[in-house]
């Protein structure tokens, strides 16, 4: 949510935390449409009806079906990040470090696959979204791999749990190869697991 | 290079080779200027002057600039996979299992690298080539892993060890973040260590 950061004068904050409201409320429920039908049943015109507003309130709010897709996806992601850094354990904070770094596994690949066609109805709109992203998820895996005693360059080992959780990566593996999802997440967990558990020097043979 | 399969007419199948070999040898003068002088470098202007052709005859050769990036990856990358098939030990066949495993790592990092600009020069016209490399080398790796005695679900080991070799995550830490790629490489060779020396059920903690 964006709000000023001082007040300007009387009638003009007010308006602007409404109109901030409103756009929570509307992107709250194009989630819920995404959740439901995908993103080919999210259009403005839907979401305008199922908002009870008018179609052009959606394209002032958004610009276009690609800016909402492209906050409807940053919604999500900050949803998820926020269920990461505060949310219940194992993901959240509490678990165990191996506890916490499996249920991030799964819980991000699982949100990347529904991510990606809302990354793909989103287009150009997306825009360096997914740096930062990357960088939040870098420093948390990077973290619990410190948190487990693991030698080594934490950053790119870090960077190297990551990059088979990558959109093209999932989407070909899950969307054109059909792989069954669980397969996927048993295969990343035993990634995970053999990154923490070798000794730092036992890989030349 | 393309061949007909049938011999068609007197004049036409002389013709056709005739193309063919003027293409190849553009292609190759086009790889030389870009090993050179980088992507930039590379203008269908250039490559007639140099190859001593009139700019028509670029143009027909390959339609647009992007159809030229898109053949000169193509061809790259058919040389790089020739390397890993055929080419001398340790990338090629000959060394022993971990020392082409390595030796893979580093040569295809390096490759993706070079590649990366081709890939953004060549834009939409890289079609499906990126699937068919990516399945070559999830084979090759595939391969290895087993005859490093690897237990697991190897399919899906490779494409994690390939996933960090992947355009965006190199371009990120070597162009964006300036990691020195010796870094990468090593972070690499860690990476399969850990893959290759770990038993089976020795993640969880």
């Known amino acids: 949510m964006t709000r000023p950061l001082l007040p300007l004068a009387d009638a003009a904050p007010a308006e602007r935390a409404d109109a901030a409201r409103n756009r929570e409320a509307l992107l709250r429920e194009a989630v819920r449409m995404v959740a439901e039908g995908g993103t080919s049943s999210l259009t403005m015109e839907c979401l305008a009806h199922r908002a009870g507003v008018g179609k052009g309130t959606v ?8 800016g909402l897709m492209a906050q409807v996806l940053d919604l999500s992601e900050r949803d998820w990040q926020a269920s990461v850094l505060g949310g219940e354990p194992p993901l959240g904070p509490g678990a165990p470090p191996w506890e ?17 066609d809302l990354i793909r109805a989103a287009g150009d709109a997306t825009g360096s979204r997914s740096v930062a992203a990357s960088s939040f998820m870098a420093l948390h895996v990077g973290h619990l791999l410190g948190e487990l005693g693991v030698a080594g360059d934490l950053p790119l ?22 792989l069954p999802v669980e397969r996927v997440v048993a295969a990343w967990v035993d990634l995970a697991g053999r990154v923490v558990s070798a000794r730092a020097d036992a890989g030349r043979r």
């Not at 394209?59 to 690609?66: I, K, L, P, T, V």
């Not at 991030?104 to 949100?111: I, N, Q, V």
């Not at 749990?161 to 059909?178: C, F, G, M």
């Open 59 to 66: 394209f002032r709010r958004f610009g276009s079906r690609e």
């Open 100 to 116: 916490r770094l499996v249920a991030f596994g799964e819980s991000r690949l699982r949100t990347t696959l529904l991510h990606a």
């Open 157 to 178: 080992l870090a960077t190297a749990l990551l990059a088979p959780l990558e959109v093209p990566v999932l989407v070909q593996q899950v969307d054109r190869e059909h």
